[in-house]
T-cell receptor, first 113, second 112 residues
Framework: KAGVTQTPRYLIKTRGQQVTLSCSPI?????VSWYQQTPGQGLQFLFE???????NKGNFPGRFSGRQFSNSRSEMNVSTLELGDSALYLC????????????FGSGTQLSVL | DQQVKQNSPSLSVQEGRISILNCDYT??????FLWYKKYPAEGPTFLIS?????DKNEDGRFTVFLNKSAKHLSLHIVPSQPGDSAVYFC???????????FGKGTRLSVIA
């Protein structure tokens, strides 16, 4: 079974631009979560989607948004990029919202210059 | 307010010895705890978990201990191997379908 796939792996943008990251969950998994990892800050929760609905949202500004499609694939968007948005963005999937264990993709490394 | 704390950013252990990684939490509603391992340029992978109804869970070289009264858990790796060198994240959840909360991680270096 293929794992969680995130594209692209690496991205370089400049301040003020916007970016869209993509995530394909494990086949059959319907819940998708996004986390931001920065050095020294661990994994900070961004949002969680299930059946195309956002179930939870972390403490991030409105510039961060996401969505989930009917095939469970998910995208997250960051508008008006700031230098502090440079981070590894991780997508994780699970079969449903009751599952406690998340399966992570390799992440998208975003660098904002 | 950080609900899951890993107070040691790094740890060095000799190959063959025991590695002990610690994690503290503040939210008494947490009832399920997980450890993830992360290599550079890869996503975290699940290692081992424990429910609050237990105080110990063992899987091969890895054992997790939970002390609910102290709100403390630890991961023991015995014997440590060079391939165990990675960043280890502690995570916790409650039964309310809320997101996993992660600590900041501990970088383990196993020296041959």
């Amino acid at each position: 079974k293929a794992g969680v796939t995130q594209t692209p792996r690496y991205l370089i943008k400049t301040r003020g631009q916007q970016v869209t990251l993509s995530c394909s969950p494990i086949s059959g998994h319907r819940s998708v979560s996004w986390y931001q990892q920065t050095p020294g800050q661990g994994l900070q929760f961004l949002f969680e989607y299930f059946s195309e609905t956002q179930r939870n949202k972390g403490n991030f500004p409105g510039r961060f948004s996401g969505r989930q499609f009917s095939n469970s694939r998910s995208e997250m968007n960051v508008s008006t990029l700031e230098l502090g948005d440079s981070a590894l963005y991780l997508c994780a999937s699970s079969p449903d919202t009751a599952s406690r264990e998340l399966f992570f993709g390799s992440g998208t490394q975003l660098s904002v210059l | 307010d950080q609900q899951v704390k890993q107070n040691s950013p790094s740890l060095s252990v000799q190959e063959g010895r025991i590695s002990i990684l610690n994690c503290d939490y503040t939210n008494s509603m947490f009832d399920y705890f997980l450890w993830y391992k992360k290599y550079p340029a890869e996503g975290p992978t699940f290692l081992i978990s424990i429910s609050s109804i237990k105080d110990k869970n063992e899987d091969g070289r890895f054992t997790v201990f939970l002390n609910k009264s102290a709100k403390h858990l630890s991961l023991h790796i015995v014997p440590s191997q060079p391939g165990d060198s990675a960043v280890y994240f502690c995570a916790a959840s409650d039964s309310g379908n809320t997101p996993l909360v992660f600590g900041k991680g501990t970088r383990l270096s196993v020296i041959a």
